[in-house]
């Protein structure tokens, strides 16, 4: 049997080079603001008046899921900041919805192709390099779009990392989607919410405790499905040995 290759240094030129684009990008943004003057307060003034503009939404909207696809190299960046400020500089919810919605699945995708042409070898790199991928091993056994839904939504690995994983273990595509698009809805919902709801921080501060309380609520949620998962699917896993020592015995 051929020994599983090593992809340890692919990881580490990708996170390299993802950290470096993302942070040119906020060089590049910090001297556009203090060129133009843009500030937090002016921002979502300055996007409507972009708005007015020929294809002004859409090449900002276009920046926004680069920005997305990007960050999905990183497989540890949350995609939370991301889709906040989608929200803050985008005119109306409903677009930054949207938006958030088609960067969601284009970094859902990159990484698992990945994954899945990397493939066992893989595996092995993320469990040697990133400790908190031997959690998956608590869900051997279980429903793939279960398994994926809960993941995603609980947290438990950063999402660009578990896209990663679940590709390289070979995870059915159909299934990872749905899974991951159960999971990550709610929380690209609040998310996007969550930069809507800062453009009138100034007239109602306590506006912004909805989406945190909303985000608790999740977590605690969260951990309730992945421990009935986990506890589900070790019951089956001894089920399973227990039934097959008997037709042994047999």
Not at 54 to 80: E, Y
Not at 168 to 181: D, E, R
Request: glycine share 6%.
């Amino acid at each position: 049997m051929a020994d599983k290759k090593d992809y340890g240094k692919l990881v580490k030129v990708l996170q390299i080079v993802t950290g470096v684009i993302m942070i040119a990008l906020v060089v590049v943004g910090i001297v556009l603001m203090n060129k133009y003057d843009i500030n937090a307060k002016n921002i979502p003034e300055l996007s409507e008046k972009l708005s007015a503009f020929a294809n002004g939404t859409l090449i900002v909207s276009l920046v926004m899921i680069g920005i997305m696809v990007v960050k999905s190299f990183c497989l540890i960046l949350p995609p939370a900041v991301v889709m906040g400020v989608t929200a803050y500089v985008l005119p109306n919810y409903p677009l930054a919805l949207l938006v958030n919605l088609i960067a969601m699945a284009l970094s859902l995708v990159i990484p698992y192709f990945l994954g899945r042409f990397t493939g066992a070898g893989m595996v092995d790199t993320l469990k040697k390099r990133f400790k908190a991928v031997s959690k998956i091993e608590d869900f051997a056994g279980a429903n793939e779009w279960k398994m994926t839904a809960v993941v995603k939504f609980s947290g438990i690995l950063p999402g660009d990392l578990s896209s990663l994983l679940f590709g390289a273990m070979n995870i059915s595509f159909p299934n990872y989607m749905v899974g991951a698009i159960i999971g990550n809805l709610p929380l690209i919902i609040v998310y996007t919410l969550f930069g809507s709801l800062l453009k009138d921080v100034d007239k109602h501060p306590w506006i912004v405790a909805i989406p945190v309380v909303v985000i608790v609520a999740f977590l605690l949620i969260s951990g309730v499905l992945t421990k009935k998962m986990i506890s589900d699917t070790k019951k089956k896993a001894q089920a399973q040995k227990t039934e097959t020592a008997e037709e042994s015995a047999e």
